[in-house]
């Protein structure tokens, strides 16, 4: 009797390992040109000892200034040559209609589309949404 081979010669056998080394060779070589990793700066700010991070919702409403909120510092390109990160800077934080700032927040230099949600708040974006869309 032959023994029969489930994945024919060279197929489905080989797919897996090669795919395997071939991710991990990618993996291995994605590096900055200073050997550092290269990534990008979250899109986040703080206001009132909060971090937000910001979300694409749609059609709310500004509701009033809040007060000072800051882009934290931020070093995305690691051995660029320049002298580290780059410093933070300071914006305006606005209430959204209908949301409580201890959940999130918009910035008026922001994109129409773009509120931001405070990572310790526990609400998610459909939540949110929501709100936007009750008030």
Do not use: H
Request: with cysteine.
């Amino acid at each position: 009797m032959k023994a029969v081979l489930l994945f024919g010669r060279g197929g489905w056998a080989w797919a897996l390992p090669a795919a395997v080394l071939v991710t991990t060779s990618v993996a291995c070589t994605a590096s900055g040109s200073g050997g550092g990793s290269a990534s990008s700066c979250a899109y986040q700010v703080e206001y009132e000892d909060n971090t937000y991070s910001g979300a694409e919702a749609k059609g709310f409403t500004l509701d009033g200034k809040l007060g000072a909120a800051t882009f934290p510092a931020c070093d995305d390109t690691p051995g660029d040559g320049d002298d580290g990160q780059a410093a933070a800077t300071s914006t305006t934080a606005y209430a959204i209609k209908g949301v409580d700032p201890g959940i999130a927040i918009a910035l008026k230099d922001s994109s129409d589309d773009v509120i931001f949600v405070n990572l310790d708040s526990g609400t998610t974006l459909p939540e949110i949404k929501k709100l936007i869309q009750g008030s």
